[in-house]
């Protein structure tokens, strides 16, 4: 039963800490130099999300993720959900193709999935309104951005494997709590 | 039908995965929008955590500024380290609270110049995505902020209200890329529009080819949208390029408004309309209509003195 609460969980409260972690970085990386190297906490969970949720329930958790990054931008609203469900969709897709064992190839695919994300947001508003001056900005932080999403996915991927165990969201906790329901079922 | 939907489950969400953000946009017209129900939750969330976020890191620089940087000064003086210390810890809120003081009289006399009814608020947060450049403020409906208000400083234009909550609210910056601040050269009155391009640069569009634009020339905001207040200075012309040919000619300026140091803002809740003052010629025919009519003639009421410019020059107050 606990563990069934704790996997219902594991969902509201990776949202609670989705928007956590945007008002952390938000304000942490405020000050200038800092926010030339801003990270992108929602990618590294659409990420997550893409990789280690099945379809419908990661699809949402990045359309959230993508809302709750909205409220704390100037951002036209949908821009966002746009890129960010291109990078869950293609990460997604990209992984029946690929093999993405362990944390090393997280990175990287955070890495490439940073680039597509700014290229992505980038020419969204370009087509949305082509008078304004995106591409020079985005160019300019488009590395920069990258490596140190890079750098933070490697502990963020951690802390999310742990709250995963921890709410038995992972493979091995829900293959042994549909084991535990079907032997329950059986009368065992 | 059920079963057409179980055999196409998967490229109906894929599907819906795609409207979704696709409806949601809504950047035609970018009208400000107000939080739902459901926004102003997560927002009442996360604006604490970025002002206590905001609060520490203040109190890092500060400590940084007044303590770490003067440790040399303090080996030079071991036999008063312990009253030193005492004093430094003293010396370092007092500075913390006069350099406050200085901003806040500052914006003060700002306000005065241009009587202006305004609440001080603090930058607690700035935008998630390095592409745009919105700030929120820890000061929101209950100190009667609304959506729209022109957001200042002592130096000039910040920007405008954006969105609120009960207490916070976001501004969008003038460096913002939708923003549009409609501008006048303070020397040659040349109009345009100063858009947001990259972190510390604006640009002043639709600009006449033929207009006289100077770098170092200052950009007053010109009062059309109804937002800002004519007068209040915007930016500083960086660079020129007049073209041989076209219709137009590329301004680029530096907004006046120091952004990477940004702290407290004041948002005008209300600004007064500032007469018009008579030209000589007009107001010697007054006095003289009056004196015929056996009237005292008067000095025109002006509810505040013509604005001052960074460089020190009384901006001229021109009719909209």
Redesign the interface.
């Known amino acids: 039963m606990t563990r069934l609460l704790f996997q219902a969980l594991n969902a509201p409260v990776l949202i ?1 800490l989705t ?2 972690g ?11 130099p800092l ?2 190297f ?1 990270p992108d906490i ?1 990618l590294i969970v659409v990420i997550w999300c893409a990789l280690r949720r099945n ?2 329930e990661g ?1 949402i958790l ?2 959230i993720a ?1 809302h ?2 909205e ?12 890129s960010y ?1 291109l990078v ?2 293609l990460v997604r897709g990209s992984s029946r193709m690929l093999v993405i064992p362990d944390l090393s190839s997280f990175v990287i695919v955070t890495l490439f999935s940073s680039l597509l994300m700014k290229i992505s ?2 020419t969204t ?1 370009h087509l ?2 082509p008078d ?3 591409l ?3 160019l ?2 488009l590395f920069p ?1 990258a490596a140190v999403a890079g750098l933070l996915s490697i502990w963020g991927y951690q802390w999310l494997e742990k709250f995963d165990n921890f709410t038995y969201k992972n493979r091995r906790s829900e293959e042994s709590l549909e084991q535990d329901l079907n032997l329950d079922s059986e009368g065992f | 039908m059920i079963k057409y939907l179980k055999q196409y489950r998967f490229y109906i969400i894929l599907f819906l995965f795609l409207l979704i953000p696709i409806i949601a946009i809504d950047t035609a017209t970018r009208s400000p929008r107000n939080y739902w129900p459901h926004d102003r939750a997560i927002i009442s969330l996360t604006a604490p955590i970025q002002s206590v976020i905001s609060w520490g890191l203040d109190l890092l620089v500060s400590g940084f500024q007044n303590y770490v940087f003067l440790l040399h000064t303090r080996q030079d003086n071991l036999l008063l380290t312990d009253e030193n210390r005492k004093l430094l810890n003293t010396i370092a809120g007092l500075r913390e609270t006069e350099q406050e003081n200085m901003r806040l009289r500052k914006l003060l006399n700002f306000q005065e110049q241009f009587t202006l009814e305004s609440v001080v608020a603090r930058v607690i947060a700035r935008d998630v995505s390095t592409e745009f450049r919105a700030i929120r403020i820890n000061r929101g409906e209950s100190s009667g902020i609304q959506k729209n208000m022109p957001v200042v400083t002592n130096e000039g234009i910040v920007g405008k209200v954006l969105r609120t909550t009960a207490n916070s609210a976001d501004v969008v910056t003038v460096m913002d890329l939708l923003s549009a601040v409609d501008a006048i050269d303070e020397r040659s009155r040349a109009r345009g529009v100063i858009e947001g391009y990259t972190d510390d640069t604006c640009l002043f569009r639709y600009v006449l080819r033929t207009d006289d634009i100077q770098v170092g020339d200052i950009l007053i905001s010109g009062g059309v949208g109804g937002i800002f207040p004519k007068g209040i200075p915007v930016a500083l012309v960086s660079k020129v390029n007049r073209k041989p040919f076209g219709i137009s000619q590329d301004v680029e300026v530096k907004p006046i408004v120091d952004f990477s140091k940004l702290e407290e803002v004041m948002v005008v809740t209300k600004a007064e309309h500032v007469p018009l003052p008579q030209e000589p010629t007009v107001r010697k025919a007054t006095s003289a209509k009056l004196t015929e009519k056996g009237e005292t003639p008067t000095e025109s009421k002006g509810t505040a003195p013509p604005a001052s410019t960074p460089s020190g020059k009384p901006a001229p107050v021109h009719a909209q």
Do not use: D, E, K
């Open positions: 609670l928007a956590v945007i008002a952390i970085q938000t304000s942490l990386f405020a000050i200038w926010n030339y801003q929602v379809f419908v699809g990045t359309l993508a709750l990054a409220l704390h931008s100037a951002v036209p609203r949908g821009t966002f959900g746009v469900m869950y969709l947001t980038a508003l949305l309104a304004i001056q995106v020079r900005n985005s300019f932080l951005g």
